[in-house]
């Protein structure tokens, strides 16, 4: 059995409001920044501040902020007597045999509780907040967490009191004058250890099995109208009562004597210790081994979300009039990017949330690249990594959802809407936190993980709205289904495959990214206030800490190469990343056929014909090629450049509706006696120039379909130059990350606010001398202009403090304490108490006045 803890407080308030009084600024500081909502908005005084800490809605959030252990230690509360000791709640913790870690962490659970108004009172009376006693304790439509049922008070109310005497016979009692008699002694037999012992020891087997059944809940059973023996003999002693025909509870102080006066079976006093994985040994005391693990996959990253909007430069697909990207858009995503679905949704997602990627807001709407996306290509390799890292730390948008289905059955698709979860940022935040405990180069046991979050946060993320339509099938196959466990896997996931881990393991650039997460995310999600967000100089730490994980990341990548080489078989190899002028050069002349550790590119008549349409000339590429090549130009290449640039421009369309023209007459005939050139529609006009119905773009692709290589020209026969126009979006912000609730207010506004709670309480509450008209409902008398004058005055020639009921010009009134400076011209000038400053009041405002019994100055 556990002993009061030492330098607790005597006083035993006879309400939340009294004991919020008695708290310090600092403690009162402490509940506001612990709970932000209750200052939306600031509380007129500490009443309203102790009433908004108790509705419903206020309370939830509190609970589902709460640890396992502290939650189970309000869970106790709401089946105690209430007030209840200290002892009384040590002895529903630890049972009749005592825990000394329960017993341990017990202060410290109380505590929380008490700092976040949802306990007062002392340790001789410990009181739940009401409605957090309604939400814990048992009910018939809600059973309670402990498993416990009704009291033996509650499961007897409404019952005859000819049945209570024939309960007090069967268990061997002396009968009672009045049913609350009768209930008491039921009660006092059922809490003595010892009667209740001889009592069971009376049972039979088969009603011990019973019982068995019952103790850890569900305490509910049906019985039949002929319940068997053993359940008669429970019945006829009280020890199954019934609450309707058909159903009876096992009373609260049976079950616990039954489970050795333990509220709940497995308390867990301690977090589970996040153990690091099997495979843990192969990288454990070797961080440099994650570091490059991490940092390739950190370029693997780099280079899918370039080729995603790569592919997208000229303009992507079109936005679904729901909003987001259409199933079958996903699927050739995720085909150009060889890659699976949920992968490609994640790198969209990612981009998105990174402002690389948006909507353009057209008739036709369409995604494309932002600008923001032209100067990130401009950064280095490792600083845009960094960006890419920390929109995903601090985005709400969970990509783990896409493919699942809303509340209304609605498919949830890929930069659509709805994906949006709070929890996100606190959840990857908490997960990358867990990672950096363990030693550097250690990957954790993701179970180990899964079960720490769930212990911080029991009862977050079960909402319906989360369950995917695979939450059945995950739930029969052990993938977690409750919000929070979900996103916490797909953390682990993401976290590899963007870099910031390394097989399993936090990389050390990983490590430095933290910083900057817990910089932007602190006095949102972690109670960190601006000035603690703040490096010393006054600069937000943020930049510093992208920066530093950019410095520790830059080291590990490789360095953009200058050249390549050129192989016989019309391929060249380049062994690295290239530099952007020779990667965007080379995309132009050839066609990438391989990526890996090195890159195969693949020179082909139509992709040298598409560098001359960019407007390169045959020795351009020859140069191109020489300049950059570490192997001498294959002959076959040089021949190929050649043949295309040789044939390239001999045909000329333009527009009639088209025309083809060429010096060649010969060409021409041979043209139009190819069967293939029948759907152009072609007839010969000169001996050189062929019109056609089609129109300049068909009838060009049409050409070079059946071999030819023509040039499109203008009106004044000039060669056209056809390169790639790119799409951009207007100036685009990245999302916004959607808040989990108010946020926690900084040390500036906790200061004020709690200024504000006390000199309003203060008008509240001060002591008053009798006026002649006595005020009603605590509202203050009304006086006369003559009456306000005069005392405005006196008070003034005296120094003393006025209490006062004052109407502002929007007609709204309020209570003030003031005490006044001067009167004259139909004004007051005085040091409001209320609002902790000087100001002018006008007297015609003023609704009456009282004299205070002492000055509050």
Known sequence: MGTMPEGRSPSTPRTLAEALRARGDEDLAALLRARPDLLSPVPNDL??????????????????????????????????????????????????????????????????????????????????????????????????????????????????????????????????????????????????????????????????????????????????????????WLRDRGLLLPTSLRTVVLPREAALHLRGGRAHRAPEPEPPTVGPAATASMTEGRPQVVDSTAAGQAFTALSTVEDLLKDWHEGGPAVLRSGGLSVRDLKRTAAALDTTERMAAFWLELAYAAGLLAADGEADERYAPTPAYDDWLTLPAAERWARLATAW???TRTAGLIGGQDTKGRTLSALGPDLDRSAAIEVRRRILDLLAELPAGTAPDPETVLARLR????????????????????????????????????????????????????????????????????????????????????EPAAGGAQTASAAALAPLLPEPLDHILLQADLTAVAPGPLQRPLAETLAVLADIESKGGATVYRFTPASVRRALDAGKSASDLHTFLTTHSRTPVPQPLSYLVDDVARRHGHLRIGSASAYVRCDDDALLGEILADKRSQGLRLRRLAPTVLAAQADPAT????????????????????????????????????????????????????????????????????????????????????TTSAETLATVQAAAMTGAALWIGYVNADGAASQRVIAPVRVEGGFVTAYDHTADEVRTYPLHRITGVAELADDPA
């Open 699 to 782: 009838l060009l692709e049409g050409l070079r379909t059946m071999g030819y290589a023509p040039a499109a020209e203008s009106a004044e026969g000039d060669v056209l130059i056809t390169r790639a126009h790119a799409r951009r979006t207007p100036p685009r912000t990245a999302p916004v990350p959607v808040p989990e609730g108010p946020p926690v207010p900084d040390g500036t506004l906790l200061g004020a606010a709690v200024k504000a709670i006390r000199a309003g309480d203060m008008a509240a509450t001060v002591v008053r001398k009798p006026v002649p008209e006595p005020a009603r409902n605590g509202e203050l008398p009304r």
């Open 455 to 538: 212990w911080e946060r029991p009862l977050r993320g079960t909402g319906t709205q989360d369950l995917d339509t695979n939450a059945a099938r995950n739930a029969a196959t052990g993938v977690p289904t409750d919000l929070r466990s979900r996103i916490a896997a797909w953390t682990l996931t993401e976290a590899e495959v963007l870099g910031v881990t390394g097989r399993g393991a936090l990389s050390t650039h990983g490590r430095a990214l933290l910083g900057h997460g817990r910089a932007l995310l602190g006095h949102a999600q972690y109670g960190l206030d601006a000035q603690a967000a703040s490096a010393g100089n006054g």
């Open 393 to 395: 730390l601090t985005a």
């Open 47 to 232: 009443t309203q501040l102790a009433t908004r800490a108790g509705t419903r809605a206020s309370v939830v959030r509190a609970l589902e902020r709460l640890d396992r252990f502290t939650l189970q230690t309000a869970e106790a509360l709401a089946v105690a007597p209430d007030p209840a000791p200290y002892a009384t709640l040590v002895a529903l913790l630890t049972g009749d045999e005592g825990d000394p870690a329960i017993e341990a962490a017990l202060p410290r659970a109380v505590d929380v509780l008490r700092g976040q108004a949802l306990v007062w009172g002392g340790d001789d009376r410990l009181r739940l907040v009401r409605t957090a006693r309604e939400l814990l304790a048992p009910s018939p439509n809600r059973p309670s967490p402990t498993g416990l049922g009704p009291t033996v008070t509650e499961a007897t109310a409404g019952m005859s009191p000819g049945r209570l005497q024939e309960i007090l016979a069967a268990a061997g009692l002396p009968t009672t004058h009045d049913p609350v008699s009768a209930v008491a002694a039921l009660t006092t037999l059922f809490t003595d250890r010892s009667r209740m012992a001889a009592l069971l020891d009376t049972a039979p087997s088969e009603a011990l099995t019973v019982l068995d059944r019952l103790v850890w809940g569900p305490p509910y059973g049906e019985v039949t109208a002929n319940p068997t023996p053993p359940v008669q």
